[in-house]
Nanobody
Framework: QVQLGESGGGSVQAGGSLRLSCAAS????????MGWFRQAPGKEREGVAA????????YYADSVKGRFTISQDTVKNTLFLQMNSLKPEDTAMYYC??????????????????WGQGTQVTVSS
């Protein structure tokens, strides 16, 4: 049973930084795509970034390129999202997600089988 648990959310002023973590457990294969999604009130859940566990290929939404960095610690089974230069429009619930296989169509939530409960990020102007 794959389990994901996010932490690190909070409130920050525009221009600030936050680092999200996602503790993962229960993987039975090493070919895994892990990602971060976010959902703001009244909006659809959108893919923010993804990483293929083997090799570490990364993928980003245009809206966060150059500001967010996804990374992983495969020994500790932990996924990270370093968020810099935060903007009010980054305010959302952030979710960690995982699925077995490659990061095909990673920006679509239906591509991911396993989800965490989410952590709130609020950026004030």
């Amino acid at each position: 049973q794959v389990q994901l648990g996010e932490s690190g959310g909070g409130s920050v002023q525009a221009g600030g930084s936050l680092r999200l973590s996602c503790a993962a457990s229960g993987f039975i294969r090493s070919s895994i795509c892990m990602g971060w999604f976010r959902q703001a009130p009244g909006k659809e859940r959108e893919g923010v970034a993804a990483i293929y566990r083997l090799g570490g290929s990364t993928y980003y939404a245009d809206s966060v390129k150059g500001r967010f960095t996804i990374s992983q610690d495969t020994v500790k089974n932990t996924l990270f999202l370093q968020m810099n230069s935060l903007k009010p429009e980054d305010t959302a619930m952030y979710y960690c997600a995982a699925t077995y296989g490659y990061c095909i169509d990673w920006a679509s939530q239906i591509s991911f089988r396993y989800w965490g409960q989410g952590t709130q990020v609020t950026v004030s102007s």
